[in-house]
């Protein structure tokens, strides 16, 4: 037992976490490969080969005590509680107020109007169309509000839809996330108290009695570790495990209260840690980062390996066919398109009536309660993890291959100019954005330090204050407005960090970062090639070098070439310049280095970064050279007004680099 306990742990582990790694790859949805993997351990081995080789109600099945002192058949069922409780404090996590106030009418409408109907809509399906009884349906319906964020901003990034629908769809599934659990715990409860034979009034005075109790425990948590963090009485390395202990202990001591409340408290803990400002709030959202992708994953693998052959045939039904229909062209359409009309355009609305996919925390609840309602005397509850499985599987399926091009036929795909986003701020950085929307291109200017972002607030340019890898980035971040990144902060390895996290979302193709002295030294201990993204401009062109070159005066041209002007005299007039990069005439811009030479042509405009024009070689400009649309708001000056510009830019670049600002990552 004590063996096949450690390998089935293993297991469990590789195969979740592996089905992750594999969907970053592919850039696939996670939840499908998780089913994949957990299907195939257990029901398909099992059809295979008889037996499964993972079966996790076997393996964990020894006797424990539950919160209450009741002996529990299997240890299977507190893993999976403990592991939801951490999942629904991530939830609470990601639910700010402020930015759901900055959301929109559309967001406000789907979650105070729209839920309520999908969930009495949900209800009156999953009772006719699927025969669950009226409490099972009841309780099924409330956990399919949930559009989870993990499920949802994969498709926006890979169908690059952005403005109001992906923000409306993105904020409705970071809200709805908890939201669905909680009116789970709240029918299970009232359920609970009825099937005892309460007095209705009772019931509902009981029930919300033990929520305010459940989420006062949460709100005491969530403000006593935030005081605890703000006073220091924790170091840094104890944080994340002094979290975990606590979302662990807020569970168990509201579970001591009452059945499932500890549901509530914990949701209710992560929403106070959201909202309350403290300086390690980062080291929170990283230990959520990490944890709950483990625990989301783990739990995926044994909800699907612990289904039977036999559940999975009765999934291929008439009754499930028919509730997965009325879901689709019937509840959402109804609950969120109808819903945003007048909030959102009728072609939004229509968009976002189809766009639902249901994730991992959907199928987790409903294997939870799963159990729980199968004791409480109602035995179609055992469908509830093949249905939750069904809708997630279609849903996310259906969805990824049709969010694409039904946007793009409806016209809200961004297909206007191409995008960039520059991370790390400096005066070098900011001219180079500045040229390159004169150019025609979109930039968004990224960094972490808000001081940093100065010249980039004083240019008007449009800009990001945040770490762009983090889980947070995944959210605020606009994935829709950029197909290239360009990593120019002072640390290299960070550049190279940055590359490898958006280089297989964008293709390594587009991912770029300045040049680095170890490489151009061939230095054996250089960043490997592979772990880092392409060189942008030309060789022993570093951090250093620019910088020094922008105190030097240095500016970026922008030039349109000619039948008269062609790339060729262009390198032959500023041999010093740099070319950064090329807009093309079919509008795609393209970054240049060591590995990829400007093509050129007539109508071409060709970003370069060299010395400051003077005035003789200004007279003495070609008739050529005087046929080509060079423009250089900073650089094509004569007499006193370029020294007059000279000595405005040395004062604007001491004014950006200050010993306070520290590297410009």
Known sequence: MHDNLI????????????????????????????SVAGLFVGPFWAWIFGEPLLNPSQVFASGGEGAHGEKTSSLLGPIVSLAVAVILFEGGLNLRFHELREAGRAVMRLVFIGTPIAWGLGTLAAHYAAGLSWPVAILFAGILVVTGPTVIMPLLRQSKLGGKVGSTLKWEGIVNDPVGALLAVIVYEALRVLSAGENPLYAAGWIFFTAVIAGALGVAFGYGLVHAFRRGWTPEYLKAPILLSAVIACYSFAELIEHETGLVAVTVFGMAMANAKFA?????????????????????????????????????????????????????????????????????????????????????????????MVAAGYPDAERLTTLAFAMAITTVVLHGFTIKPIASWLGLIRTKRPGTLIV??????????????????????????????????????????????????????????????????????????????????????????????????????????????????GKGRTYDALIRDTYRGWT?????????????NLKAR???????????????????????????GAGVTIISFGPERTVEETEKKSEPEEQSKESDGDAVLDGSKAQSKKRSLLGKVKNQISPNDGPAV
């Open 7 to 34: 390998l089935a742990v293993a297991i469990i582990g590789v195969l979740g976490i592996g089905a992750q790694w594999l969907a970053w790859r592919l850039q696939a949805p996670a939840i499908v490969l998780m």
């Open 280 to 372: 390690s709030l980062q080291e929170v959202r990283r230990f959520k980062e990490n944890i709950a992708v483990l625990l989301i994953s783990g739990v995926f693998v044994i909800l699907t390996a612990n289904l039977k052959p036999e559940d999975i045939a009765s999934a291929f039904n008439f009754p499930t066919f028919a509730f997965l229909f009325c879901m689709l062209f019937i509840v959402r359409p109804i609950s969120a398109g109808l819903t945003t009309l007048g909030a959102l355009e009728p072609k939004e609305s229509a968009l976002i009536g189809w766009i639902a996919p249901r994730g991992i925390v959907a199928v987790a609840i409903s294997g939870f309660f799963a159990e729980r």
């Open 424 to 537: 790390g701020s400096t005066p070098w950085s900011v001219g180079f954005a500045k040229c390159l929307g004169e150019a025609g291109a979109d930039v968004i200017l990224a960094d972490s330090n808000y001081g940093r972002l100065r010249g980039a607030r004083q240019a008007n340019l449009d800009r990001y204050y945040g770490e762009v890898i983090s889980e947070e980035a995944e959210l605020q971040l606009d994935h829709s407005k950029f197909d290239s990144v360009v990593a120019v902060s002072a640390i290299d390895p960070y550049n190279a960090l940055v590359c490898s996290h958006f280089g297989p979302e964008l293709g390594r193709n587009h991912a770029f970062q300045l040049a680095t002295q170890d490489i151009e030294d061939d230095n054996p201990r250089a960043i490997n090639l592979s772990a880092r993204g392409q060189i942008l401009g």
């Open 556 to 568: 970026f041209t922008k030039t349109t070439l000619t039948e008269g002007f062609t790339l060729e």
């Open 574 to 600: 500023r041999p010093e310049a740099d070319l950064l990069a090329e807009l093309r005439t079919d509008g795609s811009l393209v970054f240049l280095g060591p590995d990829r030479s400007a093509k050129g």
